[in-house]
T-cell receptor, first 113, second 116 residues
Framework: TQLLEQSPQFLSIQEGENLTVYCNSSSVFSSLQWYRQEPGEGPVLLVTVVTGGEVKKLKRLTFQFGDARKDSSLHITAAQPGDTGLYLC?????????????FGQGTILTVHP | SQTIHQWPATLVQPVGSPLSLECTVEGTSNPNLYWYRQAAGRGLQLLFYSVGIGQISSEVPQNLSASRPQDRQFILSSKKLLLSDSGFYLCAGSGPLASSYNSPLHFGNGTRLTVT
């Protein structure tokens, strides 16, 4: 069974601060996705990374896939209250996994104005 | 793009009663469909997935079952609910098998089930 360990579980910061969320596994993933979820709604995809060492930027968010494709990180620069939410990483093993995703336990981010 | 419709948004059911949650998909033919359960706003646990009509795979033993009577319809059921079935249930879809290698999931807005 593939597991994704996500840290930290909770993050409470002031507006303008930077933060990093980590997603680690002992297994290799063919791709890794990051989702953001708000209360009472389903998760929404932020990004997919598929190549070891890949870095993707989405405005103030920077996503990195580890060289060995076992880990990933999400870095937010100058966090804003609108960034508040649950951040989930999810990996797929590819092949015959039919797109099944293994999710991390999530990071609850609160950005205070 | 794919849109997932899921209802009801909230449901309160007594222990021992039956359950039927429905999920429908717009925008994609032959999607892969998934039922997830999420506990207390944390990670998602995959319950069932389906790659086609009548094809259901269960990921964890439980008191629930799933069915896919039509290409774009996915149903989560139980004959007798347990207290432990309470949770937030999410339906999700992705592209057909051939293109779903790394395709993202599109989620519905979930059903908050409380078993009393």
């Amino acid at each position: 069974t593939q597991l994704l360990e996500q840290s930290p579980q909770f993050l409470s910061i002031q507006e303008g601060e930077n933060l990093t969320v980590y997603c680690n596994s002992s297994s290799v993933f063919s791709s890794l996705q990051w989702y953001r979820q708000e209360p009472g709604e389903g998760p929404v995809l932020l990004v997919t990374v598929v190549t070891g060492g890949e870095v993707k930027k989405l405005k103030r968010l920077t996503f990195q896939f580890g060289d060995a494709r076992k880990d990933s990180s999400l870095h937010i620069t100058a966090a804003q209250p609108g960034d508040t939410g649950l951040y989930l990483c999810a990996g797929t093993a590819g092949g015959t996994s039919y797109g099944k995703l293994t999710f991390g336990q999530g990071t609850i981010l609160t950005v205070h104005p | 793009s794919q849109t997932i419709h899921q209802w009801p948004a909230t449901l309160v059911q007594p222990v021992g009663s039956p359950l039927s949650l429905e999920c429908t998909v717009e925008g994609t033919s032959n999607p892969n469909l998934y039922w997830y359960r999420q506990a207390a706003g944390r990670g998602l646990q995959l319950l069932f997935y389906s790659v086609g009509i009548g094809q259901i795979s269960s990921e964890v033993p439980q008191n629930l079952s799933a069915s896919r009577p039509q290409d774009r319809q996915f149903i989560l059921s139980s004959k007798k609910l347990l207290l432990s079935d309470s949770g937030f249930y999410l339906c999700a879809g992705s592209g057909p098998l051939a293109s779903s290698y790394n395709s993202p999931l599109h989620f519905g807005n979930g059903t908050r089930l409380t078993v009393t």
